[in-house]
């Protein structure tokens, strides 16, 4: 077994006015596009934790934990590019490790999340090594660009480019 966590990003920001419905609705067909891109709901299934973040429980039949890892690593990846290309959502993904019973899933889990938070926080690569921008600079340009202040966006942007220069 193995479990993941997506982060939809930025989603604080893209829901600011939706309305509850809105977002359930939104959240809703995220699960279920994830879901139909995992295949089978007894091998690998998903569920909505909470403001725009998704758990993704993988079971493996028979396989090297290797093997398990670099599947849940294929299948995370097809789950970001099925949501950037289906419903416009961009997201930030970790997998936990690989754990032989259902009793050690939490811990998996607890990993997965770990893991996210620290690239979601201060980390400028995502799990499948690109770079990227944090969720806070993401907020703070894209409301500096809403606001049309033309000098905050040419400084968030040296910011960050002297943040990933330093890399």
Excluded: W
């Excluded at 290309?85 to 939490?106: D, E």
């Excluded at 770079?131 to 809403?146: M, P, R, V």
């Amino acid at each position: 077994y193995a479990a993941a966590v997506v982060q939809i990003t930025p989603f604080l920001l893209l829901t600011e006015t939706y309305s509850d419905r809105q977002t359930n609705k939104l959240m809703q067909q995220a699960v279920e596009m994830i879901q139909q891109s995992l295949g089978e709901v007894q091998e690998r299934t998903v569920a909505y934790v909470e403001e725009g973040r998704l758990a993704i429980v993988f079971s493996f039949k028979d396989r090297s934990e290797h093997a398990a890892a670099s599947e849940a690593g294929r299948q995370m990846i097809k789950l970001r590019h099925s949501l950037e290309m289906f419903l416009n959502l961009k997201s930030i993904y970790a997998v936990g490790h690989i754990c032989g019973s259902l009793t050690q899933l939490v811990s998996s889990f607890s990993a997965a999340v770990r893991d996210l938070d620290r690239i979601g926080a201060g980390s400028a690569s995502t799990a499948d090594g690109h770079e990227s921008l944090t969720i806070e600079e993401q907020k703070k340009l894209l409301l500096a660009i809403e606001r049309l202040d033309r000098d905050a966006v040419v400084r968030l942007i040296a910011e960050i480019f002297v943040k990933l220069h330093n890399l």
